[in-house]
């Protein structure tokens, strides 16, 4: 069973609002990642992590941005949330090592109005 | 950059009934997995390969790494109303220090009783 959480589950905010999706894990594991996903839709990595203070842009371009100041944390915030951020989010973390198998969180599932 | 195209891409089946599902690639990978995604849930894991054509299974679930490494198929039998869900294959090939799955298009599974 993997230990990552996200908060919160689900969000409904206005347009313009300033926002942080929470990430925490706590199996140690150095890599963490963002996904962007559609309802039923395929994922797009958005954002990941190798450790602390290393951040990379994903495939898909993304007007969020993140930190990894603790290695169990990596948040994700959007500075002016629009209505075309509404989507569902997913965290992910995996440990060193060739075989990259991702755990995911729950999801944080936010609307823009 | 790769794609990984999954089919079907949606089906109905009988409860009781086999299911098999496939994923295919431009590229070749080092790594398949194969997740399971319920509504407002996170991926979870359900099998990992790691050589060209291992045979993997996990209770009622079986998945092949394809000998040419550009393919993985998974096989469900017996299906049963939890099996409702969108399952996706995921491929990762070691580049360095580079540990980005690359996400199929997904395989939406409804089971009628």
């Known amino acids: 069973e993997a230990d990552i959480y996200q908060t919160p589950r689900y969000l409904v905010i206005g347009t313009g609002k300033k926002i942080t999706l929470e990430c925490s894990q706590t199996?140690?594991?150095?890599?963490m990642y963002w996904y962007q996903q559609d309802p039923g839709m395929e994922l797009h990595l958005i954002h990941y992590?190798?450790?602390?203070?290393?951040?990379e842009k994903g495939d898909l371009s993304s007007e969020s941005t993140v930190s990894r100041i603790r290695t169990e944390h990596f948040p994700l915030t959007l500075e002016s949330a629009r209505p075309s951020h509404t989507s569902q989010y997913l965290c992910?973390?995996?440990?060193?090592?060739?075989?990259?198998?991702?755990?995911f969180g729950a999801g944080t599932r936010l609307s823009v109005l | 950059g790769q794609q990984l195209n999954q089919s079907p891409q949606s089906m109905f089946i009988q409860e009781g009934e086999d299911v098999s599902m496939n994923c295919t690639s431009s590229?070749?990978?080092?790594?398949w997995l194969w997740y399971k995604q319920d509504p407002g849930e996170g991926p979870v894991l359900l099998i990992a390969?790691?050589?060209?054509?291992e045979l993997t299974s996990n209770g009622r679930l079986t998945a092949q790494f394809g000998i040419t490494r550009k393919d993985s198929f998974l096989n469900i039998s017996a299906s049963i109303p939890s099996d409702v869900g969108i399952y996706f294959c995921?491929?990762?090939?070691?580049?360095?220090?580079?540990?980005?799955?690359?996400f199929g298009t997904g395989t939406r599974l409804q089971v009628t009783l």
């Open positions: 992910a973390s995996s440990e060193a090592g060739a075989k990259n198998i991702q755990y």
């Open positions: 992590s190798y450790g602390v203070n290393s951040t």
């Open positions: 590229s070749i990978f080092n790594t």
């Open positions: 390969l790691y050589k060209a054509g």
């Open positions: 199996m140690g594991h150095d890599k």
């Open positions: 995921a491929g990762h090939l070691n580049t360095g220090t580079a540990s980005k799955l690359t």
